[in-house]
């Protein structure tokens, strides 16, 4: 008797896994373009990585700026005077 209880256990089980190995390929790409609340959260990401990039690319000019004026007066500084700059 729990030979058959364990092999009808194993067919069941067996049975259930089988249609579970079903899966499908969404194209993610396509729905998200045709949701118009996804395309203006796209535009206005891009506006703000662009504005962001002009403000380090700003930044680092006056940086490299500084560091080469740095570099000019180095040879006139203190020592004091360097580790204050």
């Not at 729905?31 to 996804?38: A, C, D, M, S």
């Not at 990039?53 to 203190?78: K, N």
């Amino acid at each position: 008797m729990k030979k058959k209880i364990l092999v009808l256990t194993v067919i069941i089980i067996t049975a259930f896994s089988g249609s579970a190995q079903k899966f499908a390929y969404v194209d993610t790409d396509y729905i998200l373009t045709k949701v118009p609340e996804f395309v203006q959260a796209e535009e206005k990401i891009n506006d703000f990585s662009t504005q962001w990039q002009q403000e380090i690319e700003t930044v680092y000019a006056e940086v490299e700026q500084m560091y080469r004026d740095y570099q000019s007066e180095q040879i006139l500084l203190t020592a004091e005077m360097k580790t204050k700059r």
